[in-house]
């Protein structure tokens, strides 16, 4: 009985130890996959004339992976920026990180390098060595991948000025259905230049960001912006707080794509005369197609800038009439909604745009001005705190549009109603066809 026992006691302990023993092998027949294959597919079909991973060198072990990886961006016009990524991959199942021991297929540190005349360059006139960056890439085994950024925090000072940064760190995590989501801590960062007697200070920095599909450039998305405070104080004093944009973009089951954008200050203290600002915009109905088009013809030029250098004026002329005829034959939504205190008061604008399109035209150069104003719609509301304007430059144009009809003057309000519709431009109810100029 004893030695059933031993042997059920060593079986039980000799299986985990084999499997440990020979999983790292048998997930790194497959790590090639589970790492450097999937940042290859995260690059949107649109993005691959500008951007482009290439994979130079593999080794696969038992253990460990090395691999050498190549990231292109080539801006149209421009000379590519090469990012070299150094990948040293421990198999999983069981991983050892900076962050402590996790279970995954993978774990790879990495080091980044520029390859860039330009880049090198600017780096070459700092007086101090930029901080230490750190990289990282967890491959779990639901196949998401998470992405690691960690820049170290730096000092510098000398007579000429000084620099204080804190540091940042960022998480990028894709999932297996190409969802994603980034976010980025910065600390605070201050600059001094004695010279110039100038100087910058932010107090830090946060960006999220999630999208449905990584590699699809309309899928839903949005992205946040948040500084809680910029100032200086010289060689303008200024402070600017509590700053928040977002941008998103929103898909319907139409062909229809929707873009919106918040900018929100809650305090400004300058010489200008402006105390806060709202900024809501929108842009609404927009064909799809537009985006794909656009993308279309950013790789085509970028095809040509390749191949002829001599004939891209002629062709970028061309493309960009290509697309604007796109833009005009397609219908568009602008919203916009401005709140801001200005001169001690507050003021409101509301302007909304409606393009109808001109289906019918098949060249730009084309566009008949009547045919153009009827096919636009546009209604404006604007209340604007009387005190606040007289306190303005444009305080002694209020006074002529109140008697010319333009603006009204309502329990200390300055109102503007304006409406274009059909050709009709109408404000505070005086109507002023337009086709009269044309």
């Excluded at 491959?139 to 170290?152: N, R």
């Excluded at 950013?298 to 891209?312: G, I, K, T, Y």
């Amino acid at each position: 009985m004893k030695q059933h026992i031993r042997k059920i006691t060593l079986f039980s302990v000799l299986i985990p130890l084999l499997i440990l023993g020979i999983s790292p092998k048998v997930i790194g027949t497959g790590i090639q996959d589970a790492t450097i294959e999937s940042l290859i597919n995260f690059i949107p079909p649109e993005a691959e004339s500008q951007l482009e991973i290439r994979q130079s060198v593999f080794h696969n072990g038992w253990f460990s992976s090395q691999a050498e990886v190549e990231v292109l961006y080539t801006p149209p016009g421009m000379d590519s920026i090469s990012l070299q990524l150094v990948f040293d991959i421990s198999h999983g199942p069981l991983l050892i990180t900076p962050r402590g021991p996790k279970a995954g297929l993978a774990y790879a540190s990495i080091v980044p390098s520029i390859s860039s005349d330009a880049f090198k360059n600017a780096i070459a006139e700092l007086p101090f060595a930029l901080p230490t960056i750190s990289l990282d890439l967890l491959a779990s085994f639901d196949q998401s991948i998470e992405i690691g950024l960690d820049i170290a925090p730096l000092t510098y000072s000398d007579p000429d000025g000084e620099v204080s940064f804190n540091g940042l760190s960022g998480t990028f995590i894709v999932n297996s259905d190409l969802s994603a989501e980034f976010s980025l801590l910065m600390g605070g960062l201050a600059a001094t230049e004695n010279g110039e007697n100038t100087d910058i200070n932010i107090s830090g920095m946060e960006i999220r960001s999630t999208t449905a599909q990584l590699n699809n450039i309309l899928a839903p998305s949005e992205a946040q912006l948040i500084i809680p405070l910029i100032s200086s104080n010289a060689p303008v004093p200024f402070s600017v707080s509590d700053i928040t944009t977002t941008y998103g973009l929103l898909a319907s089951e139409t062909d229809e794509i929707a873009i919106f954008q918040n900018l929100k200050i809650n305090e400004i203290s300058s010489t200008l005369p402006v105390n806060s600002l709202l900024w809501n915009s929108e842009i609404e109905e927009i064909n799809s197609e537009l985006f794909k088009y656009y993308y279309q013809l950013a790789a085509e030029l970028q095809n040509e800038m390749s191949a002829n250098p001599e004939a891209v004026t002629a062709r970028i002329s061309q493309l960009g009439q290509e697309l604007a005829l796109a833009a005009v034959q397609n219908k568009l939504v602008v919203n916009n909604f401005v709140q801001t205190n200005a001169y001690d008061g507050d003021h409101e604008l509301d302007l909304q745009i409606r393009w109808n399109g001109l289906p019918e035209l098949r060249n730009i150069m084309g566009v008949d001005i009547k045919e153009a104003l009827n096919a636009l719609t546009v209604d404006l509301e604007l209340s604007l705190n009387l005190e606040a304007i007289m306190r303005s430059p444009i305080a002694n144009l209020v006074d002529p549009y109140v008697q010319q009809g333009y603006i009204e003057i309502n329990n200390g309000l300055i109102l503007v109603k304006g409406n274009l519709l059909n050709g009709l431009l109408t404000f505070n109810g005086n109507e002023m066809p337009l086709d009269q100029f044309f």
